[in-house]
């Protein structure tokens, strides 16, 4: 009695095949629309326009005619904006791992580093649309402050100083959004990020004032230093050789070192 040969390619298992990958472009757009779901990242972005109007009316009322201007209204309105966008920054990363939420994340995206790619361009599309809206508004606030004042309105804001402003932007959200990534929790994250906004400045100056050698290269190694040239009127290239320099020490070498650690650091 012969047996039956059996078809082999009948039988034989079927490889499982993967769905493909979601797209980065849909991991971006969750990652903006979790920077406004929570309560204090959507009161940080609302009070960018708001803060806006209080500096045009405050202007518009008390300043001289000489500070009724565009170039006036809009590096005014940047400085609330480079202290409130890196705690966006912070939040967007710290808060995931402070509220234990970073498990359901990386559960449905296992590839962390698409997951904190999608952060850092999420980040950077807020930034710029921060950006372009307090220039708009300081536009606005121009035309309107003059129509008061019955002056005319000037637009001295040359091109490139609009450029870098949303340079220095671009920068400090970075550097929080470094922090956020190596503390990865929510209060100290924000201390540390404060604590290098307003203590390092002020230790620095303090040792500039003490030591030559660090009045005349100190730049090279303090970031909040050598960023304040990125809003000066004019810039030069040792400045902007400076401001690369300290922007490797402080984000670029931290933020890798700190994405590398949170590829390979157990989730709990």
């Known amino acids: 009695m012969s047996t039956p040969a059996l078809d082999t390619r009948a039988v034989a298992p079927r490889l499982a095949t993967g769905r493909p990958p979601i797209p980065l472009a849909r991991l971006v757009d969750v990652e903006v629309r979790k920077l406004v779901d929570t309560r204090a990242s959507r009161w940080l972005l609302a009070s960018v326009p708001l803060l806006t109007l209080v500096v045009v009316t405050g202007v518009t009322l008390w300043g001289r005619d000489a500070e009724v201007t565009f170039g006036m209204h809009t590096t005014t309105n940047m400085m609330p904006l480079e202290l409130l966008l890196p705690l966006v920054a912070v939040l967007s990363v710290a808060s995931e791992w402070s509220q234990r939420s970073a498990l359901t994340t990386f559960a449905l995206v296992p590839r962390r580093g698409r997951v904190v790619a999608a952060k850092a361009a999420a980040l950077l599309v807020v930034t710029l649309a921060a950006t372009l809206t307090v220039v708009v508004l300081s536009a606005i606030g121009t035309v309107a402050a003059a129509?008061?004042?019955?002056?005319?309105?000037?637009?001295?804001?040359?091109?490139?100083?609009?450029?870098?402003?949303?340079?220095?932007?671009?920068?400090?959200?970075?550097?929080?959004?470094?922090?956020?990534?190596?503390?990865?929790?929510?209060?100290?994250?924000?201390?540390?990020?404060?604590?290098?906004?307003?203590?390092?400045?002020?230790?620095?100056?303090?040792v500039a004032g003490l030591w030559t050698w660090w009045a005349e290269n100190g730049a090279w190694w303090d970031l909040s230093w050598s960023a304040s040239f990125v809003t000066a009127p004019e810039i030069t290239g040792e400045q902007w050789a400076q401001v690369a320099t300290s922007a490797l020490l402080w984000i670029v070498v931290p933020t890798t070192l700190a994405v590398r650690r949170l590829l390979q650091v157990e989730i709990r």
């Not at 005319?152 to 922090?179: H, I, K, M, S, T």
């Open 147 to 206: 129509q008061v004042r019955g002056i005319e309105a000037v637009w001295d804001l040359p091109l490139d100083l609009g450029l870098r402003l949303a340079v220095a932007n671009v920068l400090v959200v970075a550097f929080g959004f470094g922090v956020g990534v190596a503390i990865r929790s929510t209060a100290p994250a924000m201390v540390a990020y404060l604590g290098f906004m307003f203590v390092v400045p002020m230790i620095s100056s303090v």
